[in-house]
């Protein structure tokens, strides 16, 4: 099995920045299609990024981009998140995700096989 974890989450004010990592096991990192996605309370689950097995194609959501910046060290096995211009908007749990089928990065969770715990992301105003 791939197990992930996030690590990096916790309490910002508006404007300010975070790096969310993702830890993946495995030595077929670099198989995988990442993505990172949120989940705030009383809402679904939304996408906001994902990058390709090389990381030649990133995709976000448009509520971020501009914003974020996702990003794969795949000699590391980790997955970053670069947060910058945070707003109390982007106040959720975020998760890492690992697609091991796609044949392109996918904005939708029921792509993704293994997913992470969860670090929680505040953002105060």
């Known amino acids: 099995q791939v197990q992930l974890v996030e690590s990096g989450g916790g309490l910002v004010q508006a404007g300010g920045s975070l790096r969310l990592s993702c830890a993946a096991s495995g030595r077929t990192f670099s198989n995988y299609i990442m993505g990172w996605f949120r989940q705030a309370p009383g809402k679904e689950r939304e996408f906001v990024a994902a990058i390709s097995r090389y990381g030649s194609n990133t995709v976000y959501a448009d509520s971020v981009k501009g914003r974020f910046t996702i990003s794969r060290d795949n000699a590391k096995s980790t997955l970053y998140l670069q947060m910058n211009s945070l707003k109390p908007e982007d106040t959720a749990v975020y998760y890492c995700?690992?697609?091991?089928?796609?044949?392109?990065?996918?904005?939708?969770?029921?792509?993704?096989?293994?997913w992470g715990q969860g670090t929680q992301v505040t953002v105060s105003s």
């Open positions: 995700a690992a697609d091991l089928d796609s044949a392109v990065v996918a904005r939708m969770g029921r792509n993704y096989d293994y």
